[in-house]
């Protein structure tokens, strides 16, 4: 059974055409499966076919593997979307639901080489100079995550020091336990400031430039 049915893959044949450059969906999965392991797979080889400026590759995650050290990959399933400048964003688990939509807008965004946002805002974001890491947990009936997802994948999208990544907590549950996770969106920045709910950028830019004080 096919996760696009024609008139999602019509829809979004016309969203993806203003593609610029090419995209790579790369796909972690643990070498023993998971639960949603083949649903994943399937999405990945799915949408590649919507535009020919997409492609897909399975890999059977290994720490030690020079993908996995290139992309920072250290837990699995992952999708990696890649653009031309190999800037990356990263989403752990299943991107379904209202974070299917946040996966097809990263792949244009990815394809452009950057994010719609307001000049100013962007260029304070690009001026950013530490590692930053944020992790935003969600789960797929949650209208408010996909927009706290964005923001964090536009900000990995604009600077290399930044690394963004979409969390579903149901399949990190460890992860999850380990930040205390009541509800989402929940998103964590270097592992120690902890920002509850759906923020706009300014506001997490803020945050961010905190950490550095």
Do not use: W
């Not at 837990?75 to 800037?87: D, M, S, T, Y």
């Not at 990995?156 to 969106?185: C, S, Y």
């Amino acid at each position: 059974m096919s996760f696009l049915n024609e008139a999602t893959i019509s829809d979004l044949k016309k969203k993806l055409s203003d593609m610029k450059d090419p995209v790579k969906i790369l796909f972690f999965k643990p070498k023993d499966g998971c639960q949603f392991c083949d649903q994943i797979e399937q999405i990945a080889n799915e949408v590649k076919n919507i535009n020919p400026k997409l492609s897909a590759d399975i890999i059977v995650f290994d720490p030690n593997n020079a993908l996995a050290k290139e992309y920072e990959v250290d837990a699995a399933p992952v999708i990696v979307l890649r653009g031309k400048e190999k800037r990356f964003v990263r989403f752990y688990g299943l991107p379904s639901g209202y974070e299917f939509p946040t996966l097809i807008s990263d792949i244009l965004d990815v394809s452009k080489g950057a994010p719609s946002m307001d000049p100013g805002l962007a260029e304070k974001v690009k001026k950013i100079d530490f590692p930053v890491h944020m992790r935003v947990f969600v789960t797929p009936t949650c209208p408010y995550c996909p927009g706290a997802v964005k923001v964090a994948h536009d900000f990995a999208l604009l600077n290399p020091k930044i690394k963004g990544d979409m969390v579903e907590a149901m399949e990190f549950r460890d992860l999850a336990e380990k930040f205390e996770v009541m509800g989402v969106p929940k998103t964590i920045i270097n592992d120690k400031l902890e920002l509850v709910g759906a923020y706009p950028p300014d506001i997490i830019l803020k945050k961010i430039l905190e950490l550095k004080k």
